[in-house]
């Protein structure tokens, strides 16, 4: 079956650096992604990646290796607005995206 | 650019009334939309997938009868619950992707900022 696995919360401090998890099994694959959703809002986008490495977007990396089904999420001189949900989701090879159940970020002063 | 919108933001109806829900791309055209539930501090649901001109898909579990999907144009998908009742207050957020816009991997889904809809 496809399955998405990542952690439920995860507790931080404002200027810390923090690394979410993401393993993904899924029938095919054509890329990962990777949302922040604030309580009672909609997703936003925050990056994708397809190929393995690391995309660096300012405060927000993203790193895939396809060969072990893993990503990250590495949010570096976290600030309060950060505090957030982080949803991680794979594209199965009919461009369906199956998604996590998201990881609840919590940052403290 | 990819903004989403959707209307209306929240809705309280009756029990047994029906309510329509809109998700427009605001400045590109959607080559698919979709339909998604989320109940609280629960992950997001597809129910169901939609392209222009063509019926939607829906997921195991979504009653195609009660959850009604019309995407008339590439700009407009809307959704209509039908005879609602409490157990369907939850909240429904559309988004949309679009092919070779610069800028931007293609399938990216971007999601229109939802509704929460109340059934008493």
Redesign the interface.
């Known amino acids: 079956g496809q399955n998405i696995d990542q952690p439920t919360e995860m507790t931080a401090t404002e200027g810390a650096i923090v690394q979410i998890n993401c393993t993904y099994q899924t029938s095919g694959f ?2 990962l ?1 990777w ?1 922040q959703q604030h309580a ?6 925050l990056s ?1 990646n ?1 190929l393995d490495g690391l995309e660096e977007k300012g405060r927000f990396s993203s790193f895939l290796s396809r060969s072990k089904g893993y990503s990250y999420l590495l949010l570096k001189e976290l600030q309060m607005k950060d505090s957030a949900s982080y ?1 991680c989701a794979a ?1 199965d090879s009919n ?3 199956i ?4 990881t609840k970020l919590i940052i403290k002063p | 650019g990819a903004v989403v919108s959707q209307h209306p933001s929240w809705v309280i109806c009756k029990s047994g009334t029906s309510v329509k829900i809109e998700c427009r791309s605001l400045d590109f055209q959607a080559t698919t939309m979709f339909w998604y539930r989320q109940f609280p501090k ?3 649901m ?1 129910m169901a ?1 939609s392209n222009e001109g063509s019926k939607a898909t829906y997921e195991q579990g979504v009653e195609k009868d009660k959850f009604l999907i019309n995407h008339a144009s590439l700009t407009l998908s809307t959704l209509t619950v039908t005879s609602a009742h409490p157990e369907d207050s939850s ?1 429904y ?1 559309c988004s949309a992707t679009y092919t070779g816009l610069a800028g931007g ?1 293609t ?8 509704t ?1 809809l109340t059934v008493l």
């Open positions: 054509n890329g992604f949302y009672g809002e909609a997703p936003t986008f994708y397809v949803l594209m461009y369906q995206l998604w996590g159940a998201g | 629960q992950s997001l597809l997938t909240f957020i991997p399938d990216t889904q971007y999601f229109g900022p939802g929460r």
